[in-house]
């Protein structure tokens, strides 16, 4: 939630002091003006070798729990960049081609023509799939459904046409981790697991956490 935007060269030239400054005005902003409980905050750097790490506020407001660096949290929409990783994948493995219609890995008729939907257009947005966000979750792990049969009853009616605008879609990113699932044969948590958490030594990052992890997890709160 950043209140300034810089172009590439003033993000480059920023000095980790800057940095610094810049992210604790940006995290007292989230905890006091957005009533967050807690905000954490990780910036590192590809080729200054140095990192900003810090956490503030609580993980659970009751009892109060600090928030810390250690503290599991949902992965929200960082698991649409998990996404488009594994299909590119696949893309590069030569197991899927970008330009694929979903419709066509896909065993089940997707309503409202979503099946003439390449997953290039899922990854991208521009599927033109609807929006709906009650019951898209569950708080607890053992609760948590099958994907093709959560999507088959599910998906929401469509608000453009396949390629005519970019529309921020939590079911067109699913739709294409349901593709990942179809061509690696195993669940999209364990494909993320094997081949993207583990190769990058992420060993507690999961879809799927087992029930110490879910105990650990940071609470999410309405204002």
Not at 24 to 43: C, D, F, M, R, Y
Not at 158 to 167: D, I
Request: glycine share 8%; hydrophobic share 40%.
């Amino acid at each position: 939630m950043a209140s300034q935007v810089y172009n590439s060269n003033s993000i480059a030239n920023r000095t980790p002091q800057e940095w610094e400054r810049f992210f604790e005005n940006e995290q007292k902003s989230i905890l006091e003006e957005h009533h967050a409980p807690g905000v954490a905050t990780i910036l590192v750097t590809r080729d200054g070798l140095w990192s900003y790490e810090k956490c503030r506020g609580l993980a659970k407001v009751e009892p109060a729990v600090p928030l810390e660096l250690n503290t599991p949290i949902r992965a929200g929409s960082i698991s649409k960049l998990v996404t488009a990783i594994a299909v590119r994948q696949m893309v590069e493995s030569g197991d899927l081609k970008l330009d694929t219609k979903i419709g066509d890995l896909l065993k089940w008729p997707l309503p409202y023509n979503y099946g003439k939907a390449s997953v290039g257009d899922l990854i991208t947005h521009q599927a033109g799939i609807g929006e709906r966000f009650a019951r898209q979750s569950t708080p607890r792990a053992a609760e948590v459904g099958d994907l093709s049969g959560y999507l088959q009853k599910a998906l929401p009616p469509p608000v453009a046409k396949v390629g005519e605008t970019v529309t921020y879609s939590n079911f067109g990113i699913s739709l294409a981790g349901l593709a990942v699932e179809k061509i690696s044969a195993q669940t999209f948590a364990d494909y993320a697991r094997e081949n993207i958490f583990q190769p990058l030594g992420m060993q507690r990052s999961t879809f799927i956490p087992d029930e110490k992890t879910e105990r650990e997890l940071a609470a999410g709160y309405n204002w």
